[in-house]
């Protein structure tokens, strides 16, 4: 089973920045609200998005021929929970781009509520092929690629 932890992509810009979406349906908030906290997204899913995200980041740079493998990330703050029906857009800046791997700083927010805040995710770069189906994932970014809808505010 593949977790798909993005909904759309609203802009990109090679080697600089991502900005896509992730929206809580109604049923992913129960994974958390079975360990007894309140329905919300587990804070491990909000930041698989973020590392989703920088990893299209990577893919759409290198036109399908490289992905990104996480190595580290220095710090990770999560400010509020998610919950259902609500969508979290995400921002991922880069602060280094090389052939060896990329760092990111990234923010989430709900409307104008910070839920999430990363800094220095380093990400390895690997051939796409050796993990996924270029072809494959081509289709899918013309179906969450969507530059024509407005931010959430």
Known sequence: MKFRMVDRILAWEPRRRITGTKTVSFEEY???????DG????ESLLLESF?????????????????????RTEEVRFAGPVGPGER?????MVRRYRDDGVLFDGVGRVGARE????????????????????AD???????IHRPEEPAPS
């Open 30 to 36: 129960t994974l958390r609200s079975a360990l007894g």
């Open 39 to 42: 329905p919300r997204l587990p």
């Open 51 to 71: 590392f989703q995200l920088g990893n299209w980041l990577i893919v759409l740079t290198s036109d399908f021929s490289r992905m990104g493998l996480i190595v």
């Open 88 to 92: 979290m857009t995400m921002e991922l």
């Open 115 to 134: 839920v999430a805040v990363g800094r220095g995710c380093l990400a390895a770069l690997a051939p796409l092929a050796d993990y996924a189906d270029p």
């Open 137 to 143: 994932l081509r289709v899918l970014f013309s179906e």
